[in-house]
């Protein structure tokens, strides 16, 4: 029966919609090589990956503010490339207000606006709080969360290629091991209806990078999706499930699960009906190159960027979105073929002709990662991974706000103690009812009753008072925060103490 639903879940969010109209596309990209602290190595590639996203979402038409510092290596090899800003926390908050803005302005006058956040850098926990690391600051988990609740984008898209960057705390490297921790920069039980989330997820202390890639592992594969890998329906549509079934086709070639990338696909809402959103689109006829065979190819420049790589299932083909510049080089991943795109137009694979390259790798790793994109991708890994997804989604415990109880429940409480509180007065008052025909004996137990009315009018007020005193914070405090309330008995008294 669960597998009937969940099929009916796939097939729902799978159903075509209307066509509508294509959102802009803002985005805020950071990449920071530096680390936080001595202890910690310094990333090689961030800055890379910060600006080929950068270069790729203008191809898109979005509008795209990088902040990076750009290395040596990275400055040598676009000379002409300038980044907004370093990847300061001022820098981010004061492109953030700016972008903001032109959200607003948009927004007012009724076009429709998109927003995408990505980081690639170091991330850490930090007094109990997720964190990324900035220059001279941090990106924390709630200023994150304040970012996305104050963005006037119809949809927000959160990617992340960080250490620690989701609800385990992981490493972004090979090996390690998954740890639960409360504070994530997003979770499965309370997802944003209006922002998604891509995260890498990998363990360990070391940097998941590639020289082979000269970028982080991660963040190339979501640029391989994007760039069209990952659209197996040719639409000029990235959605997170196709993007999702990417991801997981591209890295299951590795066996050893201490060198596989882990990554975290949560769309809008959270439900498999939003696997159907978009995470980016591409205009219309902006496809350059058709990929009309099966094959298993990358993409570079001349300078040997790597743009993308693709294992083209068979009958299944793509429409690859590449940058203006030419020559072009789509290699066969076992090296042995190599082809130049060379023309502005769109053009089919098997229309160019091959010769042949040569390259050598050695090493443990090289041979790990020679693994990546080795198993075809096609619709039935979108497929396979929307179904997956409704049906972790059916099995995960539902995680219910216990605050709404107590709100609920404390003013029938607080009731209760005033009612006891009330029957107390009224006995220490019959009690205290004597006159001189009263003996002593008499007198002694009235005095024990009303010492008994006074114990239960004090616990009962303080019951109240604390059930009061509970429900106004709860009242007033945001169900998305953090709330703790305990209610400590003492020597003839009760104490109420929180953190909200």
């Not at 993007?243 to 299951?252: I, S, V």
């Not at 693709?310 to 009958?315: C, I, Q, T």
């Not at 997956?388 to 029938?412: I, K, N, S």
Request: aromatic share 6%; charged share 20%.
């Amino acid at each position: 029966m669960a597998l009937e639903l969940a099929m009916l879940t796939l097939l729902a969010a799978a159903a075509p919609g209307p066509v509508q109209p294509r959102p802009k596309l803002f985005a805020l990209v950071v990449g920071n090589n530096q680390p936080e602290s001595a202890s910690s190595p310094e990333l090689k590639f961030a800055d890379d990956d910060a600006l080929a996203l950068h270069h790729l979402l203008l191809e898109a038409g979005a509008r795209s503010v990088l902040l990076a510092r750009l290395d040596d290596q990275t400055r040598a090899l676009h000379p002409g490339e300038v980044p907004s800003s370093p990847p300061s926390k001022e820098a981010l908050s004061s492109a953030w207000e700016r972008l903001r803005a032109e959200l607003l302005a948009l927004a007012a006058s009724g076009q429709a606006v998109e927003l995408l956040l990505f980081f690639s850098g170091h991330g850490d926990i930090s007094e109990g709080e997720g964190y990324l690391a900035l220059e001279g600051g941090r990106l924390t988990r709630s200023t994150l969360q304040a970012m996305l609740a104050a963005s006037p984008a119809r949809r927000n898209h959160v990617v992340i290629d960080a250490c620690k960057a989701y609800f385990a705390v992981l490493g972004k490297g090979p090996g390690g091991s998954r740890a639960p921790y409360p504070g994530p920069f997003a979770t499965r039980a309370a997802p944003s209806l209006n922002s998604g989330f891509v995260l890498s997820t990998s363990s360990d202390g070391d940097s998941h990078e590639w020289e082979r890639y000269q970028a982080g592992i991660f963040s190339f594969e979501v640029r391989s999706g994007l760039r069209g890998s990952a659209d197996v329906n040719g639409d000029g549509r990235v959605t997170y499930g196709e993007l999702g079934g990417f991801l997981e086709r591209a890295n299951a070639g590795i066996i050893n699960t201490r060198f596989r990338p882990d990554f975290l696909v949560v769309p809008p809402g959270g439900s498999a009906a939003g696997l159907d959103e978009a995470v980016l689109s591409w205009p219309v006829d902006s496809a350059a190159l058709e990929l009309d065979t099966t094959s298993h190819l990358y993409v570079e420049t001349r300078t040997g960027d790597r743009l993308l790589e693709v294992n083209a299932g068979a009958s299944q083909a793509f429409l690859l979105h590449l940058p203006g510049e030419r020559p072009l080089f789509i290699r066969d991943a076992s090296e042995r073929q190599e082809r130049i795109l060379e023309g502005a137009v769109r053009t089919r694979l098997s229309a160019l002709p091959t010769s042949r390259p040569s390259v050598t790798g050695k090493g443990a790793l090289h041979v790990a990662f020679s693994q990546l994109f080795s198993r075809p991708f096609d619709a039935s890994a979108v497929e396979s991974f929307a179904l997956e997804f409704a049906l972790q989604r059916r099995a995960e415990p539902t995680q219910h706000d216990v605050r709404v109880d107590l709100r609920a429940a404390a003013p029938f409480v607080a009731g209760g103690a005033a009612l006891v509180m009330f029957g107390g007065i009224a006995v220490g008052l019959e009690r205290s009812n004597v006159n001189a025909q009263t003996s002593q004996r008499e007198r002694g137990l009235r005095n024990d009753g009303i010492a008994a009315a006074n114990v239960t009018i004090g616990v009962a007020g303080g019951v109240a008072a604390a059930a009061l005193g509970g429900w106004l914070i709860l009242a007033l405090t945001s169900p998305a925060a953090p709330v703790e309330v305990a209610v400590l008995p003492g020597a003839g008294s009760l104490a109420v103490v929180g953190r909200w």
